[in-house]
């Protein structure tokens, strides 16, 4: 119980200090690009509105610094984001909430596909000792996983939208199409996601690969294996039950920790293909300078990447019976 | 005597090493009947474990047998398919390793590992199955109710006793151990191997025990076997060796431990070191640190030789020369 | 009663699983040399090396040179082609190297620094200022580091090399800091470090000369590390225009040609050679990371021959 509540608190460290982020920030480098950007608020805003800008956006000449950060907080905390730039009149909050789901469809899923696919070949990849697979396949990969995201999106664009043809080359589904349930729209969304999808599983796949690889070899020469061994247990048992189930343990900590670099690649996979998720979205509010858009992008992230991280403490604790007892 | 259930012949195990080679275990023969003790002793890095895991089949590459039978009631293990071994394992021969929290699987209860190992073997009912598990805690002492925790819930005493526990689950007519009470403190470890012994003697399984440990080995075993930089020197009656031990090494280790009674005399320990097993000495690997050493040890290596019924590796019990080089 | 100890090295005689102390530096070329995947990730970066101190000689002229014919394909003149603007995109594809080779190198000594810093006084110092220096760690940790990156770009205009290498260092410091102070914990407590401290060695006397030099194998992993980290998102950033778009690098030359749509105005080799080199200077930094922990774990090695089966 303590163990989780000290999860819990070190969330909400993590969240404030990335609020902090973003309202320091901006004050604390040349120029002070919040107030110039609340300058190009002057002449699209009525005074109101205005003034729950500035409040929203935390810049309000009248009051305090101290009492500005608070006040921040508080909207933040209760999510009144403010008004975006790009998409004006629309507040924050609405286009966050229209990106999000492309990008937990598009990057979550394969995110989740490319760890359990790797780990998988991973295991079997050590599992098989001293054939080809051995030594030809990690440094394949070693290499590959150097690769820059955007860099294999790009040249698959080039390979299967432009050359070939068989793919588009953008954007989460055709122009024009009606957004519903129905087959040739679900179609067309997959269409679209298979690009991007296939993107960030190559390029991420490498490095589950290779660690639960070496995880697997250190495993097998444990004890408990040999053991296993002896027991006359079949080899199939012997590698997904006494194996498997321990190597994937120090996996699974490490892919929390690498979901932030994860979403890195994502934003840069989302932006060559144009695909309307949280990350290209950022991306554009960066381009325009639309500050609050960006900051609360950034806030979504982060809170993404806890809720993921606690999600895998979850099934950690479900698959490694030392850590109940810890907790 | 009854015909041995276990007959190691001449096997050799070698792993690659950057200078050549090395032989862990060289040309081992040994024999175990129905019903025995039989202790193998040595120091670390004479080759002991290694024996033992070549013999259970247990060897992780880049260690390979190299050489040798194992016959075990008539079969070579060595010979035998995946399949073959696979059934036979744990049923005839089980193996209880030296550390039980790193040879119990972290993530499965002690109830699933059981019954992972009668399943293996064609037990399906689970039923049966429970109440065997029950059985075999009941007999090494532990409550049942522990069927259902993890390795990291018990006690080290306990674990043990678990693992000792599980290589009884089917039976078996030889249990293989490996150091089994190392980990454990004296109290514990003398306890312990009077269960072992009572299990052993009321069940009737041979037991081969690999230990570093003289003294335990000596009270609890009928024959042993002193091991020293891969070969056998010394085998034979426990209680025959530990009253006139043949081969100087032998004697050189009775020698090293005080007695609680007799008369205080300066401890006597071996010098030297073991041989470097890529580098071994010509002739006797032990002669650099004989005490008897003689001018033909470091040009040929002795056989072994029977002396009444121990057969001793040394040039002086050449007398009667029979056995195998 | 136990036979006299043996003074032979403790080995496990089957050969399984024995961890060899990193031999240190001095030992360094002998490793390289002996491990393929070493050799090959050495020469590569050397190959870059060369790029980067005289990219004059390979390629002579300016790499911003707009005098050719735009838009040309692979040809004898010019070997990737012409960009858009008339540039040699062989040209600048040599003199990028450049670049992307100081801020891989800079950022990752840079952030292996702070990580050691923060890092060795995490793990050695103990209680409260663990617990701090711990939570800052793990917070940098979990905080993306693109979206950071992307945000602090954003707000500062000027946007040059120096730029991102600062922006680098303060999001990437933290893996390594975490690993760094897992090591040192390990350590603490060995006989050596505790006779140090009874001999009254002053605690910053014990981290530099006892622990830092244990910790030498660690140290080169982190730095190989965050110079892959620092390549990739150096090159996310120009790619995405928040570096300095007039500079000669393989981000940027990737944002003009993502910009002018090279790849569907049939100029493919713009955008494929800068990222090319991205990707090779990465790897080989990758490559002698994953040496490193083959040359210090001789477990992970790969088996050769006799199929090695590992299974009964």
């Known amino acids: 119980m303590r163990y989780v509540l000290r999860r819990l608190g070190f969330f909400v460290v993590t969240l404030w200090t990335a609020m902090t982020v973003n309202f320091f920030l901006p004050r604390l480098m040349p120029g002070n690009p919040a107030i110039a950007m609340m300058a190009r608020f002057h002449g699209k805003l009525n005074g109101q509105a205005l003034r729950a800008m500035e409040v929203a956006f935390g810049v309000n000449a009248q009051e305090s610094l101290l009492v500005q950060y608070l006040s921040y907080l508080r909207n933040s905390a209760t999510g009144h984001f403010g008004t975006s730039l790009t998409f004006f009149p629309n507040p924050v909050s609405e286009v966050v909430l229209s990106a999000l789901p492309w990008t937990l469809g598009l990057v979550g899923v394969t995110t989740v596909i490319a760890f359990l696919l790797g780990t998988l070949i991973g295991m079997i990849g050590a599992w098989e000792r001293g054939g080809w697979f051995d030594s030809i396949l990690p440094p394949v990969f070693i290499v590959l996983s150097a690769f820059p995201y955007f860099w294999i999106a790009l040249v698959s664009i080039l390979i299967f939208s432009i050359s070939l043809g068989w793919l588009p080359l953008g954007f989460a589904y055709t122009n024009g199409m009606k957004i519903s349930f129905s087959w040739p729209f679900v179609g067309d969304v997959l269409a679209h996601a298979v690009l991007p999808g296939i993107t960030i599983i190559v390029t991420s796949i490498g490095g589950w690969i290779l660690t639960m690889r070496n995880n697997m070899i250190m495993t097998l020469a444990e ?8 027991k006359g247990l079949s080899p199939m048992r012997i590698m997904m039950d006494y194996a498997g189930r321990n190597a994937i343990l120090p996996n699974l900590s490490g892919f929390g920790m690498s979901l932030g670099l994860v979403v890195s690649g994502a934003i840069l996979v989302e932006y060559v293909f144009s695909y309307p998720g949280v990350g290209y979205i950022m991306l554009q509010a960066v381009l325009n300078e639309d500050y609050p858009l960006m900051q609360t992008l950034f806030l979504i992230i982060t809170l993404a990447v806890l809720l993921a991280i606690l999600a895998v403490d979850a099934v950690t604790i479900l698959l490694d019976p030392r850590t109940r007892a810890a907790s | 005597m009854a015909d041995p ?8 195990v070698e792993y690659p090493t950057p200078d050549g080679p090395a032989r862990a275990v060289d040309r081992v ?17 004479c080759g002991k474990s290694t024996l033992l895991f070549a013999i259970t089949q247990l060897l992780i590459p880049p260690a390979r047998l190299a050489g040798g039978a194992i016959l075990f009631k008539g079969q070579n293990l060595v010979q035998l398919s995946e399949g073959a071994l696979r059934a036979v394992r744990w049923r005839d021969y089980s193996v209880v390793m030296q550390s039980a929290m790193n040879a119990l699987n972290p993530v499965k209860t002690v109830a699933a590992q059981y019954a992972d190992a009668m399943r293996g073997h064609g037990h399906a009912d689970r039923v049966a199955i429970r109440a065997r598990s029950r059985e075999v805690l009941s007999l090494v002492g532990i409550d ?19 693992m000792i526990a599980m290589a009884l689950l089917l039976s078996p007519e030889l249990i293989v151990m490996d150091e089994p009470t190392s980990a454990l403190d004296v109290v514990a470890q003398r306890s312990l191997m009077a269960q072992i012994k009572t299990l052993q003697r009321s069940l009737g399984f041979a037991v081969i025990f690999v230990t570093h440990d003289m003294s335990l080995v000596g009270h609890f075993s ?8 891969g070969i056998i020197v010394e085998i034979g009656p426990t209680r025959r060796i530990f009253d006139s031990p043949g081969h100087p090494y032998t004697q050189g280790l009775l020698e090293s431990f005080p007695s609680v009674y007799g008369p205080k005399i300066p401890l006597k320990g071996i010098p030297g070191s073991p041989p470097n097993m890529v580098m071994l000495p010509t002739g006797c690997r032990f002669h650099p640190r004989c005490a008897k050493v003689m001018e033909r040890c470091s040009i040929d290596p002795p056989g072994l030789y029977e002396a009444e019924e121990t057969s001793v590796r040394c040039f002086l019990h050449e007398a009667a020369v029979v056995g195998r080089a | 009663m136990n036979v006299a100890p043996s003074s032979a090295p403790e080995m496990r ?8 102390r990193f031999p240190g530096l001095g030992n360094l070329g002998r490793a390289i040399l002996s491990n393929r995947k070493a050799m090959a990730g050495a020469i590569m970066l050397a190959i870059f090396i060369i790029m980067a101190l005289v990219p004059g000689l390979i390629a002579p002229g300016t790499p911003g040179a707009e005098l050719y014919p735009p838009g040309q394909g692979a040809s004898f003149d010019h070997l990737l082609g012409t960009t858009s603007y008339g540039q040699d995109i062989f040209t600048q594809f040599i003199w990028g190297a450049r670049a992307s080779l100081v801020i891989a190198v800079v950022a990752g000594l840079l952030s292996t620094i702070l990580s050691a810093l923060i890092g060795v006084a995490a793990g050695y110092l103990p209680g409260m200022p663990d617990g701090i220096l711990s939570l800052i760690t793990d917070v940098f940790l979990v905080i993306p580091a693109f979206p950071l990156v992307v945000v602090i770009a954003a707000y500062s205009k000027s946007g040059g090399n120096l730029t991102i290498i600062a922006v680098l260092v303060v999001t990437g410091w933290a893996y390594g800091a975490r690993q760094l102070r897992a090591q040192v914990l390990s350590l603490r407590n060995r006989d050596f470090l505790v006779a140090a401290r009874l001999r009254g060695e002053r605690t910053l006397r014990i981290i530099v000369s006892e622990i830092l030099p244990n910790m030498t194998s660690l140290l080169v992993a982190n730095f190989l590390g965050a110079s892959v980290y620092a390549i990739l998102t150096a090159a996310g950033l120009q790619f995405i225009g928040l570096g300095n778009v007039n500079t000669d690098s393989w981000g940027t030359m990737l944002y003009w040609a993502q910009n002018n749509e090279a790849l569907q105005a049939g100029l493919p080799l713009w955008a494929i050679a800068p990222g090319f080199g991205i990707a090779l200077l990465g790897g080989a930094f990758a490559l002698l990371n994953y040496a490193f922990d083959e040359i210090s774990n001789p477990a992970l090695r790969p088996v050769r021959g006799r199929g090695g089966r590992s299974d009964p």
């Open chain 2, 29 to 45: 023969s040994l024999a175990v009947h129905p019903g025995e003790f039989l202790g193998i002793v040595g120091e670390s890095g």
């Open chain 2, 222 to 229: 009928d024959r042993l076997a002193v091991m020293y930089a």
């Open chain 1, 223 to 230: 004890d408990y294996v040999r053991m296993a061994r002896a």
């Open chain 2, 5 to 12: 259930i276990l007959e190691v012949r001449d096997i050799r």
């Open chain 3, 13 to 20: 005689a089957d050969g399984a699983r024995f961890r060899l």
């Open chain 2, 144 to 162: 049942p109710v522990h069927l259902d925790s993890f390795p990291h819930q018990l006690s080290g005493g306990m674990r043990q006793r678990v």
